[in-house]
Nanobody
Framework: EVQLVESGGGLVQAGDSLSLSCAAS????????IGWFRQAPGKEREGVEL????????YYADSVKGRFTISSDMAKNTVYLRMHGLKPEDTAVYSC???????????????WGQGTQVTVSS
């Protein structure tokens, strides 16, 4: 059974940093892509960053480029999202998900974690 468990969310102030973790199990980790998505109230879910675990290639949304960094620990089957320079507009529920290939469409992801809330106050 595929399982993804996010952790690390919380309440921070604008300009602060936060690190999220996505611990994966139940599949061959390095055969897939992990994507971080976020959804704010009243808004559509959007892709934030992706990592292709086959070649470690990463992909960034323009809204977070230069502020967020995605990485992986293959020994721990864990993907991290390190966020710096947080802004109030980064407030959302952040979820990780698994896909067979990199894609910005959340429809391409077949398994999701429960999500973790990130709230950035101004």
């Amino acid at each position: 059974e595929v399982q993804l468990v996010e952790s690390g969310g919380g309440l921070v102030q604008a300009g602060d940093s936060l690190s999220l973790s996505c611990a994966a199990s139940g599949f061959t980790f390095d055969d897939y892509t992990i994507g971080w998505f976020r959804q704010a109230p009243g808004k559509e879910r959007e892709g934030v960053e992706l990592i292709n675990l086959r070649d470690r290639r990463t992909y960034y949304a323009d809204s977070v480029k230069g502020r967020f960094t995605i990485s992986s620990d293959m020994a721990k089957n864990t993907v991290y999202l390190r966020m710096h320079g947080l802004k109030p507009e980064d407030t959302a529920v952040y979820s990780c998900a698994v896909s067979t290939a990199p894609s910005w469409s959340f429809l391409e992801y077949h398994s999701w974690g429960q999500g973790t809330q990130v709230t950035v106050s101004s």
